[in-house]
């Protein structure tokens, strides 16, 4: 079946630096890419999303970039923050007749060091 | 502000017995989905719903009902609990292609 595979399980950035997140999907026709993110002990909330019409988004210190062809998208948390510490999903649609829904990665787990 | 509400928020059942968790939302989003979250893995869809009325089963939906029975309401039951569904359940809600919300969870503990 289609899969979104995230590379990274963990990673740990010292303060101020960035992070960088790759996500790759297999389905051709997904068209939209959102991300969220899970801090300990709480539930998920959405923080970006980019869709295919665009390759490059930005809010704030998070950049995401898509590259359709090699089907692959990553989320760049620049001047990264104690509070940036999360687990962070990545999904991508999948189409079902006129439906949609997601196909998620496993979660990368992001630490911050002070 | 988009809501979605879960109840109850953890359960502790015993192996065997009926389990039904509840979720309501009040952004008027026409998709609904249940998710189980286990440590150490992703998002596991189980069963989602695009309009009132029907359900769609999802990737893991063996074990697990789901029921629709209006555009805010979307309940998952588990008719016979077992050790294996000890977990935290996510509810969600969303219009398609757009941002989803989610719930605070429900942890049950199936004893």
């Known amino acids: 079946g289609e899969k979104v595979e995230q590379h990274e399980s963990t990673l740990s950035v010292r303060e101020g630096d960035s992070a960088v997140i790759n996500c790759t999907y297999t389905?051709?026709?997904?068209?939209?890419f959102p991300w969220y993110k899970q801090e300990a002990g709480k539930s998920l909330h959405f923080v970006i999303d980019?869709?295919?019409n665009v390759d490059r988004k930005q809010s704030q210190r998070l950049i995401v970039l898509l590259d359709k062809k090699a089907k692959r998208f990553s989320l760049h948390i620049t001047a990264t923050q104690p509070e940036d510490s999360a687990i962070y999903f990545c999904?991508?649609?999948?189409?079902?007749?006129?439906?949609?829904?997601?196909?998620w990665g496993l979660g990368t787990s992001l630490v911050v060091n002070p | 502000e988009a809501a979605v509400t879960q109840s109850p928020r953890s359960k502790v059942a015993v192996t065997g017995g009926k389990v039904t968790l509840s979720c309501h939302q009040t952004?008027?989003?026409?998709?609904m989905y249940w998710y189980r979250q286990d440590t150490g893995h992703g998002l596991r869809l189980i069963h989602y719903?695009?309009?009132?009325?029907?359900?769609e089963k999802g990737d893991i939906p063996d074990g697990y009902k789901a029921s629709r029975p209006s555009q805010e309401n979307f309940s998952l039951i588990l008719e016979l609990a077992s050790l294996s569904q000890t977990a935290v359940y996510f509810c969600?809600?969303?219009?398609?292609?757009?941002?989803?919300?989610f719930g605070k969870g429900t942890r049950l503990t199936v004893v």
């Open positions: 999904a991508a649609s999948r189409y079902v007749g006129d439906n949609s829904k997601l196909i």
């Open positions: 389905d051709t026709a997904s068209s939209y």
């Open positions: 969600a809600s969303s219009d398609r292609d757009t941002e989803v919300f």
């Open positions: 980019i869709r295919s």
């Open positions: 719903s695009y309009v009132a009325d029907s359900t």
């Open positions: 952004n008027n989003h026409d998709y």
